[in-house]
């Protein structure tokens, strides 16, 4: 169910039974497990699931979508940057504009930039895992 003025990017996958906050934003090829509630913004390429948090990112989904291998290891930088670093989030955004990022990592840390006043979805650390991909 998506409230009033929720945006979704191209490519994003809804998960069934979820439901979007109003005035909300859910990123190009993010997706979002089934019966998960979001109040804040998913970043794209991101996999979001249960109340709010984000889990990692949608590698499969890059990969099927033509991303280059280089696209997406500055995705993966951008988004351990911004999740994982221990930065908080104007931090990261500070020292992401110090790096060269292409295109698609860009996208990620603009999305970043101009979430709404909500902010975005937290990052969900697993109990004995550092790694958030395959």
């Known amino acids: 169910m998506l409230g009033g003025h929720v945006s979704v990017g191209d490519g994003a996958f809804l998960g069934g039974a979820c439901v979007f906050h109003q005035h909300m934003c859910v990123g190009r090829l993010a997706i979002t497990q089934g019966a998960s509630a979001f109040s ?5 390429f991101v996999i979001a699931a249960e109340r709010n948090y984000v889990f990692g990112l949608n590698v499969v989904g890059l990969r099927r979508a033509g991303f280059s291998a280089k696209d997406r290891d500055e995705i993966k930088t951008a988004f351990k940057l911004v999740y994982t670093s221990g930065l908080n989030i104007a931090q990261a955004i500070e020292k992401a504009a110090t790096i060269k990022f292409g295109a ?10 101009h979430a709404k006043k909500r902010g975005i979805c937290p990052y969900h650390h697993h109990e004995g895992r550092e790694d958030h991909e395959d």
Do not use: N, S
Request: glycine fraction near 0%; charge should be negative; aromatic fraction near 14%.
């Open 40 to 44: 804040k913004d998913i970043p794209p």
């Open 104 to 113: 698609a990592a860009r996208e990620f840390i603009d999305f970043i930039v």
